[in-house]
């Protein structure tokens, strides 16, 4: 069974940091694309950033030069380096994996953690 779990979530005030983790266990073959989605309160679900398995990104335009999105492959482990952090940023935010199993490709979730960025 495939988990992923996030984590690095908090309250920061406008213009700080934080540094979310989202680590994939479980019993796979390998780890393909990785991303970052968040959702805020009444809205839909939104991509943030992707990364694929050698490392080529890509970030929607509202956090593109205060966002870093990077991946362990040895460790099965992905990162999003989020700076100048605004109150708009404010969501829960979800890590997402496809994960090859057997030669088949699927899609994983983790449980969201909560990002709060007070004004």
């Known amino acids: 069974q495939v988990q992923l779990v996030e984590s690095g979530g908090g309250l920061v005030q406008a213009g700080g940091s934080l540094r979310l983790s989202c680590v994939v266990s479980?019993?796979?073959?390998?780890?393909?694309?990785m991303g970052w989605y968040r959702q805020a309160p009444g809205k839909q679900r939104d991509s943030v950033a992707a990364?694929?398995?050698?490392?080529?990104?890509n970030y929607v335009d509202s956090v593109k030069g205060r966002f870093t999105i990077s991946r362990d492959n040895a460790k099965n482990a992905m990162y999003l380096q989020m700076n100048s952090l605004k109150p708009e940023d404010t969501a829960v935010y979800f890590c997402?994996?496809?994960?090859?199993?057997?030669?088949?490709?699927?899609?994983?979730w983790g449980q969201g953690t909560q990002v709060t960025v007070s004004s």
């Open positions: 997402a994996a496809t994960v090859v199993i057997g030669g088949y490709e699927d899609d994983y």
């Open positions: 479980g019993r796979f073959d390998s780890v393909d694309f």
């Open positions: 990364i694929n398995s050698v490392g080529i990104t």
